[in-house]
């Protein structure tokens, strides 16, 4: 069973950044597309950017330009680098292998509080 760690939320003023990480304890990291998801309170998990195992990377309009993923398959970790902080970007941040579709492979970790505010 794979374990997952995120780490890097916070608390953060509007048009701040954070660096979020995800640690996995396995080595099939490398071999599998990544993504990195959040749940609003009272909504559901969405995805917001994935990565593949080929470094190709998608994310949704919401986080265009604003967010960047990347991964070192060295060290079994995702990142997920966000700047421009919004309010509506506060959320608690999860990360999961994901298959073409998006939908998570592994079980849930903990997530990483993120929050926006003034």
């Known amino acids: 069973q794979v374990q997952l760690v995120e780490s890097g939320g916070g608390l953060e003023q509007p048009g701040g950044s954070l660096r979020l990480s995800c640690a996995a304890s396995a080595n099939i990291f490398r071999l599998n597309a990544m993504g990195w998801f959040r749940q609003a309170p009272g909504k559901e998990r969405d995805l917001v950017e994935r990565?593949?195992?080929?470094?190709?990377?998608v994310y949704v309009d919401s986080v265009k330009g604003r967010f960047t993923i990347s991964r070192d398959n060295a060290k079994n970790t995702v990142y997920l680098q966000m700047n421009s902080l919004r309010p509506e970007d506060t959320a608690v941040y999860y990360c999961?292998?994901?298959?073409?579709?998006?939908?998570?492979?592994?079980?849930w970790g903990q997530g990483t509080q993120v929050t926006v505010s003034s």
């Open positions: 990565i593949g195992s080929g470094f190709d990377t």
């Open positions: 999961n292998a994901v298959n073409s579709g998006s939908s998570a492979l592994w079980s």
